[in-house]
């Protein structure tokens, strides 16, 4: 419950301040959503959708909200040049309501019910990235030790971190063909995968981001 208090909390205030730039200073909306807006929804699709984007309960919920994410940071890029800022700026909040609302009402509550996902951390690491921390990125994610229900979420929580080009190198103790098949459904053509190591009682495979 307080961790969904927290990301309304952080809601309603991007919700406010965008409404009153609207009504009362539309020239300043475009630093505004440049800013502080995009740098939410770059932290929220490390922290809330990354960790997500693998699970076939969560996948389509994400795919949907980084279509709606890739909308608002379109219309933030034709602030500048529009023709009435005001009434653009409501047009952005519009659709930038429904998409909070979503994540509100419908994404905090599948998280919740995926089995290994820690809402608690991610929300804990939505705040890190928007205080301008950065969050830990191991070079080995080691899930031998980890409930079998809580590795994908780590895993792909882990890949969400990467800049294309990096990788990291995970360890296990039997061949992850299921997680693959879970990285093709979620990132295709985006990932890459190479085993550093194949049995028969440990397996090292180096996951990457696509450059």
Same mark, same amino acid.
């Given at each position: 419950m307080r961790a969904t208090d927290d990301v309304r909390h952080i809601h309603d205030r991007l919700r406010n301040r965008l409404a009153s730039l609207a009504d009362h200073e539309p020239g300043l909306a475009a630093g505004f959503c440049a800013g502080e807006l995009r740098r939410h929804l770059a932290a929220a699709d490390e922290a809330l959708y990354g960790p997500a984007a693998g699970a076939p309960e969560t996948r389509l919920l994400i795919r949907a909200l980084r279509a709606t994410s890739a909308e608002i940071d379109r219309r933030i890029g034709t602030l500048d040049t529009a023709a009435d800022p005001a009434a653009a700026t409501r047009a952005l909040g519009a659709v930038l309501s429904v998409h909070l609302a979503v994540e509100e009402t *419908?994404?905090?509550?599948? +998280? /919740? !019910? +995926?089995?290994? /996902? %820690?809402?608690? +951390?991610?929300v804990t690491d939505l705040r890190t990235l928007l205080d301008g921390g950065r969050l830990d990125r191991p070079g080995i994610v080691d899930v031998r030790e980890i409930p079998r229900g809580q590795r994908h979420p780590r895993i792909f929580a882990r890949f969400s971190r990467l800049a294309p080009? !990096? $990788?990291? /190198?995970? *360890?296990?103790?039997?061949?992850?063909?299921?997680?693959?098949? !879970?990285? !093709?459904? /979620?990132?295709p053509g985006a990932y890459t995968w %190479?085993?550093?190591? $194949?049995?028969? %009682? +440990?397996w090292r495979i180096r996951i990457g981001r696509a450059a």
């Open positions: *419908v994404l905090l509550p599948a +998280l /919740a !019910e +995926l089995p290994g /996902a %820690d809402v608690g +951390l991610m080009g !990096e $990788s990291f /190198a995970l *360890v296990n103790n039997h061949d992850p063909k299921h997680l693959r098949r !879970e990285f !093709e459904l /979620a990132h %190479d085993y550093e190591q $194949s049995g028969p %009682d +440990l």
